[in-house]
C-alpha cells in the first residue's frame, strides 16, 4: 500500500462534503487535569448513522456510481459499517445488503434496517461474515464493499483527520481505537505525510496483541474475535492494505487497556462531556489517561485529540 497517499484522503474529502457532516470538537478541563495535557474530542459518534463509519461508506458507494455500477452493494459487518453503507447506498438510490453476526447489538440491527438495508444473518465468526457475503454477492452480482480492508474505505475515513488537522492545525498526537484498521491508516497516512511530527496512537483492548501482529505478522489462533465490551473492534487483525501503513507509521505507539479501563473513560465521556458514545469510543481515552498514570503525563501540556468514534449502543448499555 505504498502508493496510497494524503492526496486520496483529500479528494475522497472534497467527493463526500455533501453527504456527510463536519463533526463538532468538545473539551473538558476536568479530562485535562487527569491527563495532564489539552484534549479535543472530534464527535464521530454524531456522524451519519453514528459513527465515522458513514464516510468510507459514502466515498465507496460514491465512486461505484460514479463508475455506472448500480446493481447495488454489499458488505459483512457487526454493526456500524453496515449502518454507513446502508445510508451511503439510499443517499446514491441503490440497493444494500448486509451480512450481520447473529450476536450483533439490536440497536445496530435497527438502524441498518431503518436505512433499508436487506439483513442476512450468519455465525459470529470472520470467516462465516466473509463466506456468506462472498457467496451472496456472487448469487446477485452486487458489489462488496469492505468494512476496512480497501484503500477506497480507507481513504474516506481518513477524511476525519483533514477536519481535524484544519480546526486545530497545532496537535500534537491524535488517540483513536484500531480495529481493521481501515480509520487508523487513513488517519494516519494524511497526518504523517502532512504533519509528520504529529504521533498518531492507537489503542485497543487486552488480548489483540496488535504490537506483535505488526511485528512478526502472526496474530492469535486460539481466538476468532475478542471478547470485550468494545464490540466494534473485536476482530483480531487489521487488513492486508492497512497493514503496511499501522507498520510504517504506528509500530511503536500502540497502547493497550482493560475493560475495566474502557468502563471508566466511556462513563467520564458520557458525565463530563455529556456525550452519550458508545463503549469503542472510551478506549482511546482509556489509553490517554493509562498512559498519564504509567508514564507520568508523558504528554503534559500538549494539545491531543480523541476520535470518538462512534455513539451506536443498546439502550441496557450503562458504563458502571
Request: hydrophobic share 40%; proline share 3%.
Given at each position: 500500500m505504498s502508493d496510497f497517499t494524503a492526496k486520496e484522503v483529500v479528494e475522497a474529502a472534497e467527493r463526500i462534503k455533501n453527504v456527510v457532516h463536519k463533526t463538532p470538537i468538545f473539551t473538558s478541563e476536568t479530562i485535562d487535569r487527569f491527563a495532564g495535557c489539552h484534549v479535543?474530542?472530534?464527535?464521530?459518534?454524531?456522524?451519519?448513522?453514528?459513527s465515522f463509519k458513514a464516510r468510507g461508506a459514502c466515498n465507496a458507494?460514491?465512486?461505484?456510481?460514479?463508475?455506472?455500477?448500480?446493481?447495488?452493494?454489499?458488505?459483512?459487518?457487526?454493526?456500524?459499517?453496515?449502518?454507513?453503507?446502508?445510508?451511503?447506498?439510499?443517499?446514491?438510490?441503490?440497493?444494500?445488503?448486509?451480512?450481520?453476526p447473529r450476536t450483533a447489538p439490536p440497536s445496530k440491527l435497527e438502524g441498518m434496517k431503518a436505512y433499508g438495508a436487506e439483513i442476512i444473518?450468519?455465525?459470529?465468526?470472520?470467516?462465516?461474515?466473509?463466506?456468506?457475503?462472498?457467496?451472496v454477492a456472487t448469487e446477485r452480482g452486487l458489489t462488496i464493499v469492505p468494512p476496512f480492508d480497501d484503500q477506497v474505505i480507507m481513504a474516506g475515513q481518513g477524511?476525519?483527520?483533514?477536519?481535524l488537522l484544519d480546526e486545530l492545525p497545532n496537535l500534537d498526537a491524535v488517540f483513536l481505537a484500531v480495529g481493521g484498521g481501515g480509520l487508523a491508516a487513513g488517519m494516519a497516512t494524511y497526518i504523517k505525510q502532512t504533519k509528520p511530527n504529529v504521533q498518531v496512537y492507537l489503542v485497543e483492548p487486552n488480548g489483540k496483541g496488535l504490537h506483535i501482529y505488526l511485528e512478526n505478522g502472526q496474530i492469535r489462533g486460539?481466538?476468532?474475535?475478542?471478547?470485550?465490551?468494545?464490540?466494534g473492534i473485536r476482530v483480531l487483525r487489521v487488513g492486508a492494505n492497512p497493514y503496511p501503513i499501522l507498520q510504517k507509521y504506528c509500530k511503536d505507539t500502540i497502547l493497550t487497556v482493560g475493560e475495566e479501563e474502557i468502563?471508566?473513560?466511556?462513563?467520564?465521556?458520557?458525565?463530563?462531556?455529556?456525550?452519550?458514545?458508545?463503549?469503542?469510543?472510551?478506549?482511546?481515552?482509556?489509553?490517554?489517561?493509562?498512559?498519564?498514570?504509567?508514564?507520568?503525563?508523558?504528554?503534559?501540556?500538549?494539545?491531543?485529540?480523541?476520535i470518538l468514534c462512534g455513539g451506536n449502543c443498546d439502550l441496557t448499555f450503562l458504563p458502571l
Open positions: 479535543f474530542f472530534k464527535g464521530e459518534h454524531l456522524q451519519k448513522t453514528g458507494v460514491q465512486l461505484l456510481k460514479e463508475a455506472g455500477k448500480t446493481n447495488g452493494v454489499i458488505t459483512h459487518s457487526s454493526g456500524n459499517h453496515g449502518q454507513g453503507l446502508s445510508y451511503a447506498a439510499r443517499a446514491a438510490g441503490l440497493p444494500c445488503t448486509v451480512v450481520v444473518l450468519c455465525e459470529p465468526t470472520m470467516k462465516s461474515r466473509e463466506e456468506t457475503c462472498e457467496k477524511t476525519a483527520a483533514v477536519e486460539d481466538l476468532d474475535s475478542l471478547n470485550t465490551i468494545a464490540d468502563k471508566e473513560a466511556v462513563a467520564l465521556i458520557w458525565t463530563r462531556l455529556k456525550q452519550r458514545v458508545e463503549p469503542t469510543a472510551g478506549v482511546p481515552l482509556a489509553g490517554l489517561l493509562k498512559m498519564a498514570k504509567e508514564v507520568g503525563f508523558a504528554l503534559k501540556g500538549k494539545n491531543v485529540a480523541i
